[in-house]
């Protein structure tokens, strides 16, 4: 397994912990964790062997958790550059190193494109969800996605349209018995402890329109359900 599988799973176990109890132990001593796979996988000769066949969607979601786990340790800003250079990364390998246009690389071509909305990147992310491709498995996905974009990317965003647009889907999918399944055509969603924290992101960053720095414990608790 490439370790951005494993970078994931230890940010996963915080984001279970913390929203029901910030301060538990377990919560820094994942995101530490976290932080130890990936310096350790930065410099891992197999990026060139055995990771090559998906290294360049791999290394990105690698970047994306490090910046996520290193902001929340330290309670600090994001690294937009990073998410930026993430979210090309990501892309890229959806579409070139994925051998079928199937679920999964359309989702993940999504939460690449999700990272631009953290950003502000909002240009690049209307030409990222403006490609050649269908994303019919998941189209709910895609259209929330293509949706949200429209209610921010104007000179006077609709607070209480973009809570009526967020919220409803921030509840899906933030509810613990939520399988990723939507009993719908194209209701598909991978990865949903990254998909709640980027939610929660783009929440803060949108709606309460305050500074992601020293706010992390806020962040967070708006996963709670």
């Known amino acids: 397994m490439p370790p951005d599988g494993r ?12 929203p029901v109890h910030y301060d538990h132990p377990l919560v820094r001593i994942c ?9 350790a996988a930065e410099h891992d000769d197999r990026w060139d062997t055995w990771w090559s066949n998906n290294r ?9 958790v ?6 929340w340790l330290s309670d600090g800003e994001l ?27 359309q989702c993940e071509y999504l939460d690449g494109a999700q990272l ?51 919220d409803p ?5 933030r509810d613990p018995y939520f399988n990723g399944e939507t009993g719908e055509e194209g209701g598909s969603h991978f990865s949903l402890p990254l998909l709640r924290l980027r939610l929660a992101l783009m929440r803060w960053i949108y709606i ?8 992390w414990r806020h962040v967070i608790e708006q996963i709670g359900y």
């Open 7 to 18: 970078a994931e799973r230890q940010l996963y176990l915080a984001l279970y912990v913390a």
């Open 31 to 39: 995101l530490q964790r976290c932080m130890e796979v990936v310096g």
């Open 56 to 64: 360049i969607g791999s290394y990105g979601r690698l970047r994306a």
């Open 66 to 71: 490090k910046t996520f786990a290193s902001a």
């Open 79 to 105: 690294d937009l550059e990073s998410l930026n250079t993430a979210s090309e990364e990501e892309r890229f390998g959806a579409l070139h190193e994925r051998p079928v246009w199937t679920e999964l690389p």
């Open 116 to 166: 631009l909305l953290i950003t502000g990147n909002l240009q690049r992310a209307r030409e990222a969800l403006n490609i050649k491709k269908k994303f019919l498995r998941v189209r709910q996905y895609y259209e929330w996605t293509v949706r949200f974009l429209d209610l921010v990317d104007r000179p006077e965003p609709d607070r209480d349209a973009l809570i009526d647009h967020l």
């Open 169 to 173: 889907y921030f509840d899906l999918v």
């Open 208 to 215: 309460e329109r305050q500074p992601i720095a020293g706010n």
